[in-house]
Nanobody
Framework: QVQLVESGGGLAQAGGSLRLSCAASGRTFSRIAMGWFRQVPGKEREFVAAISWSGASTNYADSVKGRFTISRDNAKNTVYLQMNSLKSEDAAVYYC?????????????????WGQGTQVTVSS
């Protein structure tokens, strides 16, 4: 079992920044691939970013590439999503997810555990 708790969401202005955090507990975090996804009402959950268990490999959705950065601190059992140059279309509920076995992928169905989500609102 893995428990995930996101934090750091809130209101930001367009062009501004937010940093999301996801604290994990329950398993050896340093061996778990992690991902961030987001969802708006009426739409499917979409991939944002993913990071390998070591942090050596990352992957981003084209829509956030160059603006968002995923990172992790295995000593703190935490994964982060630094979001810069926010746009109105970035507004969503953001979820972190854990995949116990395998590489970090872009498919939500590959991830076994999910946090409760944190709301990001972007004002123009």
């Amino acid at each position: 079992q893995v428990q995930l708790v996101e934090s750091g969401g809130g209101l930001a202005q367009a062009g501004g920044s937010l940093r999301l955090s996801c604290a994990a507990s329950g398993r050896t975090f340093s061996r778990i691939a992690m991902g961030w996804f987001r969802q708006v009402p009426g739409k499917e959950r979409e991939f944002v970013a993913a990071i390998s268990w070591s942090g050596a490999s990352t992957n981003y959705a084209d829509s956030v590439k160059g603006r968002f950065t995923i990172s992790r601190d295995n000593a703190k059992n935490t994964v982060y999503l630094q979001m810069n140059s926010l746009k109105s279309e970035d507004a969503a509920v953001y979820y972190c997810a854990a995949r116990l076995w395998g590489i970090a992928t872009t498919w939500s169905s590959d991830y076994e555990y999910w946090g409760q989500g944190t709301q990001v609102t972007v004002s123009s």
